[in-house]
């Protein structure tokens, strides 16, 4: 039997109205709460639904009584920017009787509303949040993003330098937020940035493969048709059946040969565009030529993938080719709920094992987690990206029982 345990945790942060607060509390029930985990937004959030009747416990772990929830004639208990920590999981016995705890971190971040009508509710937002607070230097910069953002992180935020990416001269503008910064690279170079904990990923890059294998090794993502998968909507769809296209668009920043006044060389940016799509197992292209427009989608599934520097139609084309195959496969598509664990995260790898018609089991990436809990008890709802590969044999005898 599995008994759903609930730690939420909010540190109280001075302001000018209130100096004073501080304390720490530390709640273990709310009547709902969801958390959002994933790369394709800016800003992860979550939502915490309290009871009439609440109380914490301090930093003694003493039981304290909240009379006055909403603060409306003392200091507030909560207040936009006080930080939050969600997590949650489960204590159960082995099959040994050995008593388990199994409890996850499922959001980290700052409240961002509150909402004093009842129910009582907490918005928030993870460390996205801070950034919107913070403004960037303004200038003009011809660096990596990842060194140039880098260079605007409020302390304990850290930018993730795997990769360096560049896009050539980037003005930002007087009184312009990090964030705001950030939405404008998503829109104008398409480039994604999002929080993992308290670490900023910026680029085409999406998926850390070290970390999910790393995340596996310490327990595998194993869901079973009839066993732990409650609902879904996944749809089983055959290699032959799926129409896929995507465009592709690479960004070009080219010297024009003559010089700016502070004697840098001036440049021009242009792009580049193919269209890819597959007739059957035979993959064809289309460049597009100035003036002209692609064949509109027709019943298939369109994607649209990024590039910087890419001048070589042909080598678009290929990346294009390679990045969209990822997508053309037998497999499972869409969305699963499942228990609170075992614990998964945008970007693990998990095992979907299909018992009765064992031939339907992979190995998939996941693109995005929406984590809830509360009274209704604690759910995970897991939107799968696309099929790593088929299972083995082997495997399909360890992970099938």
Known sequence: MLTCITYIEIQQNASKAYPARAKKLFF???NEFEADDGWDTLTDKAKVVLPKNLSYRDDNNRLQKIDNIGGFTDSPFFLKGDSV?????YQYFDKFGNQLTDVNEIFSGYISKVVSKMPFTLECEDAMWLLKQTLATPGEYNEAVEKMVAGWMPSGLTVNQKTQTTIGKFTVNQGETVAQVLSRLKKDAHLEAFFAGTELRIGYLVYDEEQALLNEAKQKKVFRFQHNIIEDSLEYSRKDDVKLSATAQSFITNETGQTCKDGSKKTKKESLEVLVYNTGDEWKSIV?????????????????????NVTDPQVLIDRAKAKLQNYYYTGFK?????????FTQSGDNVYIVDPVLPERSG???????????????????????????????????????
């Open 28 to 30: 273990d029930f709310a």
């Open 85 to 89: 920590k969600i997590s949650y999981g």
């Open 288 to 308: 597009k030529k100035k003036g002209e427009s692609f064949p509109d989608n027709d019943g298939g599934e369109r994607r649209s993938f990024f590039f910087l």
């Open 363 to 401: 190995y998939y990436k996941v693109k995005s987690v929406k984590y809830s809990g509360g009274v209704g008890g604690h759910r995970q709802e897991i939107t799968l990206d696309y099929l790593i590969r088929k299972l083995t044999e082997k495997e399909l005898i360890t992970y099938g029982r």
């Open 334 to 342: 869409d969305t699963f709920t499942t228990f609170a664990i075992p």
